[in-house]
Structure formats: C-alpha cells, structure tokens
C-alpha cells in the first residue's frame, strides 16, 4: 500500500534562506512523486513531479526535489525564500498500478521579512 | 480561461438542506474528480470519473452523488447536509487516468454548514 509522511506540519523561514520541506514516501513498486502548492483561498498547482528519468526535478518559481530511492524520500527545496512562497505545501505519491494518488498532510510555509 | 471551473465558491447552507455544486473543465480531459480538503488541510478523494462513467467512489456517503452528464462535466449533489460535509471540495481533472499524467485543480467550492 501507497502513503506519504511530510515531516513538519509548519516550516518557517527568512526571506532569502533556503527552504526545504521534507517528504517520504511508501510504495511497493517504483513510485511516481508530486509536489503540489496550494496558495491561500485557491486549489492546487503542481510544482513538479518525478515520473522516471532524472532524479532531480526542477519545477516552477525555482523549486526542486530530488528522488532518493535508498531514502525514499522526496524532498523540496529552494535556495533562497521570496514571500510570495508563502502556501500549503502538499507531496503526493502514486504507482503504476494504483488507481489513485495519495496526498500527504501538508506542510504550511511561512516567510520571515 | 480558467481551466477548472467550480461553482459556487462559497456556499453557506442549513443542516438538512440539498445542495449541488458545479464543475466544468475546458481541457479536453477525460478523466474528472471530487476531492474534499477538511479543516486540517487533508485532501482525500471522493469520486473519480472516466468519459463519465464512474471509477472510484470512495467510502462517501450516499447522501452524495455525483452527476457527469458529458465529459467536461461533473456535478456534485448533497442531500440532507450534516455539519460534518463543512469543507473545502475541489474538482480536478487529468488527460486520462494513469500514474504520471498531473492532475488540474478547480479553486475549490467552500461549503459552511450551519
């Protein structure tokens, strides 16, 4: 069975310091991964996914997450916070033979002036 | 163009009222969903619906029932609201149902139930 734990329920950091939000998966075959944003009052955009290939991912507003199969985890990460950064983060994982994504419980991020 | 449309956004409701919300998708996909996010944030799938036949129907109540009659639609019915449906329930939809394909959110329709 699929499942995902974000660790930190609430990540906050400075304007300008490097953000990492943590995320690990369970799967019982080779995973597919999402990061999804939620920005206040709206519904989810992706950020980026890990479908095969590189295991580095990069992603919009210059978000990245790199998949480590031995960790299995997927961690996001950004060198350097901007407030517009400010949302609900949500890593999702899925495998080729489930019917359904399974999304984690969020992680909320808060910039710092 | 929003690509998925939900209405209405905000809907503030009597226990034991029916209420539909609505959902529209100009992607050409084939595949649509419900999902409902609780007060804590936590997304779970509701219904999922392929060239408007139904695929998975969670442990939903039957008070709820959705409704697809073409493909770019897919409605949502509530019976008799209980406080307990106050949540946020989002459409998606995808090109078509397979692992990697990324799924496309509607803002979300915020039910209150008083």
């Known amino acids: 069975a699929q499942s995902v734990t974000q660790l930190g329920s609430h990540v906050s950091v400075s304007e300008g310091a490097l953000v990492l939000l943590r995320c690990n998966y369970s799967?019982?075959?080779?995973?597919?991964l999402f990061w999804y944003v939620q920005y206040p009052n709206q519904g989810l955009q992706l950020l980026l996914k890990y479908t095969t290939g590189a295991t580095l991912v990069k992603g919009i507003n210059g978000f990245e997450a790199e998949f480590k199969k031995s960790e299995t985890s997927f961690h996001l990460t950004k060198p350097s916070a901007h407030m517009s950064d400010a949302a609900e983060y949500f890593c999702?994982?899925?495998?080729?033979?489930?019917?359904?994504?399974?999304f984690g419980s969020g992680t909320r991020l808060s910039i710092r002036p | 163009d929003t690509a998925v449309s939900q209405t209405p956004k905000y809907l503030v409701t009597q226990m034991g009222n029916d209420k539909s919300i609505k959902c529209e998708q100009n992607?050409?996909?084939?595949?649509m969903y419900w999902y409902k996010q609780d007060s804590k944030k936590f997304l779970k799938i509701m219904f999922s619906?392929?060239?408007?036949?139904?695929?998975i129907n969670e442990t939903v109540p039957n008070r709820f029932s959705p409704k697809s009659p073409d493909k770019a639609h897919l409605n949502l019915h509530i019976n008799s609201l209980e406080l307990g449906d106050s949540a946020v329930y989002f459409c998606a939809s995808t090109p078509f149902e397979t692992a990697g394909n990324t799924i496309y959110f509607g803002e979300g329709s915020w039910l209150t139930v008083v």
């Open positions: 999702a994982v899925r495998d080729s033979s489930a019917s359904k994504i399974i």
């Open positions: 619906y392929n060239n408007k036949e139904l695929i």
């Open positions: 992607l050409g996909h084939d595949t």
């Open positions: 799967s019982s075959v080779p995973p597919y």
